[in-house]
């Protein structure tokens, strides 16, 4: 199974008779083989360590069939649960005798009579060399840091099992409120929480998890979460033309180019690509000095940005459903603040900016904002206990407030947070301008502007362009503010003539 033909004749098996107006039952192959697929679709020897353009088409194919199954069959006709389980200390190493089955929380055995005699498809595949799936994922962000080409195929794999996950809860959602007075949640049975579960179910176990979301390639990031293959950032000296292995395929044309013509190299022609010093100093691979900073390039840029957020926002719809089974959301977040409150200004508003916001359910939006707020805004600021957030909740409790402290990062952090909440506010309930409004919205302002002066005023302190760029934020948020006011204004004195 492990060339192009093999995968072009799964795709042709499974994709048989779909789109007739009659269409018949997708034929699926053992589980293994789905199993093989994945690795095949992301394994260094047949992407950027490919000796043969047979090899990354194999790969090519491996993740379409991968994509079809989901579409086709789904992963919960597929069986993608038990497909996709990772090995355990406790278990063989053999895909064919993996699992114990003592119910749906357990995998189901993969039949010894299918199994595949292959390292790729046993020992070496990404199911038994990787700790679990938070191993993988703290690696893949690790790589979109460091190691730009690893992270090109990772990012797809990556994408492709983050589908697999929502889609799978999404299912065993619609299952459970179809039979809301069964004793059996379907959802407990899902991929993402098997996943979440693991061998160990510790607080220390959930800052893990956490960790491998918020990975960025620094040296303890890539010593806790290393490669999943040993050498696997090797690339080879001598370039196949990736582009042109991919490129000539186009199956509604029944044309599969030419991979079978590609020759193989000597495993010679490969080299280390030296990581670099650290992540702050990873250059762009065409630097231009009249380019737009990326601001999310120490996370591994906007790709990496929205997968994490993809995967944030599934933790915390497991966490608001299943809380017995992961963890409360009040303790989820205090962990997702851990990591998000250091972070410097342009990448701190990547994980609270409406846009991102748009990625959890408003609820979770609401709590996540409001849990930030508690921590950075003033002590005396009236403590709202409860996650409901309305517009008297906002005059109360938080527009008129600056930060706890005299940084200008901080009250920059407090004005982006109030942005955010008033804008979800807005968007779902609805804004009524008032006086009281405008006033809490200015006196907020003003206050965090004032706050944010004593920064720069201790001794030998002077004005350096990282405070500017604080200030830059700062007001950029306070004039966003404003004019989502003014708006409101102007709307409701139209309905009104």
């Given at each position: ?11 042709s098996?499974l ?17 293994q083989?789905?199993?093989l ?6 394994h260094p ?5 490919a ?15 991968l ?46 009579l299918?199994?595949i005699?292959l390292?790729?498809?046993?020992a ?10 938070w191993?993988v ?35 065993r ?5 179809q039979n809301e007075?069964?004793e ?19 607080a ?6 956490i960790r ?6 620094s040296?303890k ?14 690339e ?5 033309d990736?582009?042109?292995?991919t490129?000539k ?10 991979y ?6 000597s ?14 100093k ?14 999310s ?9 929205i997968?994490?957020l ?7 719809t ?34 609270v ?17 409001q ?16 996650d409901?957030?309305r517009?008297?909740?906002m ?22 947070c109030?942005?955010?909440l ?47 760029d604080?200030?830059?934020w ?5 004039g ?18």
């Amino acid at each position: 199974m492990a060339d192009a033909s093999a995968l072009n004749l799964l795709i042709s098996l499974l994709t048989y008779g779909t789109t007739s107006t009659s269409p018949r039952p997708a034929f699926l192959p053992p589980l293994q083989q789905i199993a093989l697929a994945a690795t095949l679709a992301i394994h260094p020897s047949f992407t950027t360590r490919a000796e043969s353009e047979n090899r990354l088409q194999a790969s090519a194919f491996a993740l379409q069939y991968l994509r079809q199954v989901l579409s086709l069959v789904g992963p919960i006709n597929g069986r993608l649960r038990d497909a996709f389980a990772f090995s355990t200390p406790e278990t063989s190493s053999r895909r064919g005798a993996r699992r114990k089955t003592t119910g749906e929380d357990c995998a189901a055995p993969m039949d010894s009579l299918d199994s595949i005699d292959l390292e790729l498809a046993n020992a070496a595949s990404v199911w038994a060399k990787a700790q679990d799936f938070w191993h993988v994922v703290g690696w893949a962000f690790n790589c979109s840091v460091l190691h730009q080409r690893r992270w090109q195929r990772w990012h797809l794999w990556l994408q492709y099992m983050i589908d697999v996950l929502e889609k799978d809860w999404t299912l065993r959602s619609h299952m459970h409120s179809q039979n809301e007075d069964s004793e059996e949640d379907p959802r407990e049975g899902s991929m993402i929480v098997r996943y979440l579960s693991g061998n160990d179910t510790t607080a220390r176990q959930d800052r893990r998890i956490i960790r491998a979301v918020f990975a960025d390639g620094s040296p303890k990031s890539a010593a806790e979460f290393p490669e999943i293959w040993r050498n696997e950032t090797k690339e080879r000296k001598k370039e196949l033309d990736v582009k042109k292995a991919t490129s000539k395929i186009d199956i509604d044309a029944d044309n599969w180019g030419d991979y079978m013509d590609g020759a193989s190299s000597s495993s010679s022609e490969l080299e280390d690509t030296p990581p670099p010093e650290s992540p702050s100093k990873v250059a762009p691979e065409t630097p231009s000095t009249t380019s737009i900073p990326d601001v999310s390039a120490p996370l591994g840029g906007p790709e990496s940005i929205i997968l994490r957020l993809r995967l944030l926002s599934l933790l915390s719809t497991v966490s608001v459903f299943l809380p017995h089974v992961y963890t409360p959301l009040g303790t989820l977040y205090d962990i997702y603040f851990e990591h998000i409150r250091p972070l410097p200004l342009p990448q701190f508003f990547l994980f609270v900016s409406p846009s991102s916001m748009q990625y959890f359910h408003s609820a979770a939006a609401s709590s996540f904002l409001q849990i930030l707020l508690r921590s950075l805004v003033a002590s005396s600021a009236p403590l709202h206990r409860t996650d409901d957030v309305r517009q008297e909740t906002m005059e109360r409790c938080y527009l008129p407030y600056p930060a706890n402290t005299a940084s200008i990062s901080d009250n920059a952090k407090v004005s982006l947070c109030v942005e955010t909440l008033l804008r979800l506010l807005q968007s779902h309930v609805g804004l009524v301008w008032s006086e009281s409004l405008q006033g809490k919205v200015e006196q907020g302002i003003q206050a965090r502007e004032q706050k944010g002066k004593k920064a720069g005023k201790g001794k030998g302190r002077g004005k350096g362009a990282g405070e500017e760029d604080e200030r830059m934020w700062l007001r950029g948020s306070a004039g966003r503010i404003r004019g989502l006011v003014e708006l409101v204004k102007g709307q409701q004195e139209a309905m009104e003539e």
